[in-house]
């Protein structure tokens, strides 16, 4: 007869169940930090869409303001300049900001701003990378 089979068979099982734990909590860990990642990329990407649809909309608000009958009339560089220093954890030289006057800057008018910004995730190979893109149209004021 072995020493094995003289071992209670409580202390048995715990001998052949010892790396289970080990394994099962490996396991768990990937999954959790799998979800807790893609929460951070999702919160990412929804900040980044809204920071998008604010720019557009403060920049279309300023080139409104500033027609070509205001004292300091906006231009495209002012208002890229304006959208990007709004840009707060985004990198300011990724925002991509177009402008165009409908058919001019003059009053009566309108202005559209389009922004869009890159989202790059940490999960890229399984998601791809997405853009961020917004629009907004105002009439123009001065």
Same mark, same amino acid.
Not at 21 to 42: K, N, P, Q, S
Not at 84 to 100: E, G, I, K, M, Y
């Given at each position: 007869?072995?020493?094995?089979?003289?071992?209670?068979?409580?202390?048995?099982?715990?001998?052949?169940?010892?790396?289970?734990?080990?394994?099962?909590?490996?396991?768990?860990?990937?999954?959790?930090?799998?979800?807790?990642?893609?929460?951070?990329?999702?919160?990412?990407?929804?900040?980044?869409?809204?920071?998008?649809?604010?720019?557009?909309?403060?920049?279309?608000?300023?080139?409104?303001?500033?027609?070509?009958?205001? %004292?300091? @009339?906006? *231009?495209?560089?002012?208002?890229?300049? +304006?959208?990007?220093?709004? !840009?707060? #954890?985004?990198?300011?030289?990724?925002?991509?900001?177009?402008?165009?006057?409908?058919?001019?800057?003059?009053?009566?008018?309108?202005?559209?701003?389009?922004? %869009?910004? @890159?989202? *790059?995730?940490?999960?890229?190979?399984? +998601?791809?990378?997405?853009? !961020?893109? #917004?629009?907004?149209?105002?009439?123009?004021?001065?």
């Amino acid at each position: 007869m072995s020493d094995y089979s003289k071992v209670p068979v409580s202390r048995r099982r715990l001998r052949r169940s010892a790396g289970n734990a080990i394994v099962e909590f490996g396991l768990c860990f990937v999954v959790c930090m799998t979800i807790f990642i893609a929460i951070m990329e999702f919160g990412m990407g929804i900040f980044t869409f809204n920071f998008v649809s604010y720019a557009a909309r403060e920049g279309s608000r300023y080139a409104a303001m500033r027609g070509s009958l205001s %004292s300091s @009339p906006a *231009t495209t560089t002012s208002i890229q300049t +304006m959208v990007r220093n709004q !840009a707060v #954890a985004l990198d300011p030289s990724q925002v991509s900001v177009t402008t165009t006057w409908n058919p001019n800057n003059t009053p009566g008018n309108t202005v559209t701003v389009n922004v %869009s910004y @890159p989202i *790059t995730s940490l999960l890229g190979f399984v +998601m791809g990378n997405m853009t !961020a893109r #917004a629009s907004s149209t105002m009439p123009i004021a001065q």
